[in-house]
Each structure stands twice: as C-alpha cells, then as structure tokens.
C-alpha cells in the first residue's frame, strides 16, 4: 500500500483477490462476466479472462525519493480496452469504514481507515464496430483474514466520504498474535448488486488457502451474474469475499465510460477483559515495541475491545493542514528536526479507573521516550 509511515514493515492484507471482472451483450449474444486477471494467486487459480496486456503497469508519479504513488496500465479484449489507474492517496485521517449491514437500520458505526488507500480507476472503451448493450461492471475483494463482512452505504463524515458504499471485511491475524485486520471496498456509485459471502470453506475437504479456485463463494457468484444482495455473512468457517455490480448501460463504438473504487484498511489490537497490559503496534508483526507503538495499562476494570494505534512525522505543511481541519491544537512548542511526531489512540471498549500509554516515538533530537 505504499505506507510511508516510518516504522511501517509492512502486512499481508490481501491474497490476490482484488479483481475485477466485465459482462456484456454484443450483437445478441451475452458475453459473461469475464476476469480482467488471468492468475488469482493464494489460492492460486486461472480464471475465464481473456484480456491481453496492451500496456504493462508502469509508474506515473514518483516523489523525490523515488516512491511511486500513481501508476497505470491497459488491457484489452477483442471488443474492449480498459485503462487502469492506480493511485495511493493521502487522506490525512483516515477515510470512513462503514461496519453496520445496511438492512440492520439506525445510524450505523464506522471506523477511520489508516492514512493512505488505493484510488483505482478503470476507463472502459469499446474498440469494436458494434453497440455493446448491458455494460456490467464488478469489483470482488477478499481479504487475507476475513472471516466476517458487511455492505453498509450509510454515510458517514470523514475523507472521500463519497465513497460510502463500503464492503468491509474483518477477521482475525492469528499469526501475528491479537491483531484484527479490517479492509474496504468502497464506491462513490451505488452498485446494482452486491453480497458478502464465502471464498471457499476452511474443513470442508475440498478447499485450501494455497492452490485451486474455490468450490463455492462470491467469486462464483461474479462469474454467473448472480449477487445475491446479501450485506452481512459471517459464517462459522472461514474465508469470507464481497464484491459490488454496477449497471453501465450500453457503450457506442469508441465511447469510454470511467468507473472509481477506494481501498482501504485498518488494524486493531484485540484486548481480551481479563488483560490489563499490552501493546498496540500497528507497524509490523513482531510481538515486541517499535517505533509507533503504544503500549498501554489498565488500572480499573475494562471491557473486551480494540485499541487503534496511529502513528505519523509530519513536515509543516501538514501539520497546517491537521490544524485547519480541527484534527490538532497549533503547537505551541518548539518541533525538534522540522518534525512533528503524532499519535493516535483509540479504545472501543469501556474502562473505569486510569488508562496508562506509553509512546514509543523515533529518537530525534532532543525526543525520548515518554509516558504520562
């Protein structure tokens, strides 16, 4: 995801399953949903695309220390080109996450996305002489760790909040201890169709996270052009997908239509009741503290919840920013290197008594350690 926090060694969040896929009709004939990927990997699997590579992703924007935060690419079919852009956008605070099924009612809960998501765009062309009818367009994603999702197209205030039809997906990182992975498939078009379901089933005999398409799931859903419209699915046994359908209408010859969807993620520490000390690192998989990390001290009773840990170096320019939109106080001390180091903390739990942190923070000059 191109994070530039520092600290940031990097999470697995997704396996592969961020695809998209186009349906149509040309002459009378229905041409089905079709994958613009060829190779889903983990699990790995060949799909029904039969795109061709007609410009490979390549950079398009790099910063001074050649990071890349835009790229592109095009594909095309015998009757289709679709370009591709890909995008890492700043969003300074995060953007909504919407986490209440739509059809539950009320005003819904969200939570603020990390820092920095993935703005991708797809310009769809018709290169063929003929009138495509029906143009469908899919967005399918599963995460690493789902075991749970939901579709909620409430609105909620925050960056991008046009971006409202969310699909989030959560579960659980066990191979990284107590962290829960939550990741966003998000619209700014409300889908025609969508559903949260399996992504094969873990136990059943048949499917594994490694090598073959799944027996059932969304995915299969897609390929048949049959979202069931299902917003909440948490089934017993993982894995867990959602993917959203949009209604594109017809596409005259040389006519381009353009569709955007937002990536984004988060991750929480899960605090069992009964655990009073722990740590908060949202920077990379080890158990231990490192730059960024917050660890914390319950002295009162607490509920189960999750702790949120944000860490950022800001250069002034930003910290401006973060002023004007209320997110901070204007410092009104010194900043040690021409850097401003903030932390976020969030518990969505319940405590009574005093709630000790303490902040592991870069050691710039005159910065240590500090704790209140």
């Not at 995801?1 to 009709?25: C, F, H, I, Q």
């Not at 390549?58 to 220390?65: G, R």
């Not at 962290?179 to 379901?197: C, K, R």
């Amino acid at each position: 995801m191109n994070d530039k926090t520092p600290g940031y060694a990097g999470r697995e969040y997704l396996s592969g399953e961020w695809g998209a896929a186009v349906g149509y009709s040309k002459n009378g004939a229905t041409v089905k949903p079709t994958w613009l990927e060829r190779d889903f990997i983990f699990p790995d699997w060949t799909t029904n695309s039969n795109f061709s590579t007609v410009e490979a992703i390549h950079a398009t924007v790099s910063d001074a220390d050649g990071v890349v935060s835009s790229a592109a690419s095009t594909i095309a079919n015998p009757d289709i080109q679709i370009a591709q852009s890909f995008q890492i956008v700043d969003t300074l605070t995060g953007t909504p996450m919407g986490l209440a099924a739509a059809s539950a009612g009320g005003a819904g809960r969200s939570f603020m996305s990390n820092r920095y998501a993935l703005l991708q765009s797809y310009s769809i062309t018709n290169t063929s002489t003929d009138t495509l009818n029906n143009l469908q367009f899919f967005q399918l994603l599963h995460g690493m760790h789902s075991q749970a999702g939901v579709y909620d197209n409430r609105g909620y205030a925050g960056a991008y909040s046009d971006y409202r039809h969310d699909i989030t997906l959560h579960g659980n990182d066990n191979g990284a201890g107590s962290q829960v992975d939550y990741i966003s498939l998000s619209s700014s078009q409300a889908p025609t169709a969508f559903e949260i379901g399996h992504y094969g089933v873990e136990g059943n005999g048949i499917d594994e996270h490694s090598q073959g398409k799944p027996s059932v799931g969304t995915h299969i859903s897609v390929e048949e052009n049959g979202l069931n419209n299902n917003d909440e699915f948490a089934p017993e046994h993982p894995w867990v997908a959602g993917a959203e359908r949009w209604n594109m209408d017809s596409l005259a010859p040389g006519e381009t239509k353009t569709l955007s969807v937002m990536l984004s993620l988060l991750t929480g520490w899960r605090v069992d009741a009964d655990t009073n000390i722990g740590i908060a690192n949202g920077f990379s998989n080890n158990a231990g503290p490192s730059i960024g990390s917050v660890g914390y001290e319950f002295t009162g009773a607490h509920s189960a919840g999750q702790f949120f840990a944000r860490y950022d170096q800001e250069e002034a320019d930003i910290v401006q920013k973060l002023v004007a939109k209320g997110e901070i106080g204007a410092p009104t001390f010194s900043v040690p290197g021409g850097r401003l180091q903030l932390f976020g903390v969030d518990f969505d739990g319940e405590f009574t008594g005093l709630l000790k942190l303490t902040f592991m923070a870069m050691n710039l000059p005159q910065v240590t350690r500090s704790e209140f």
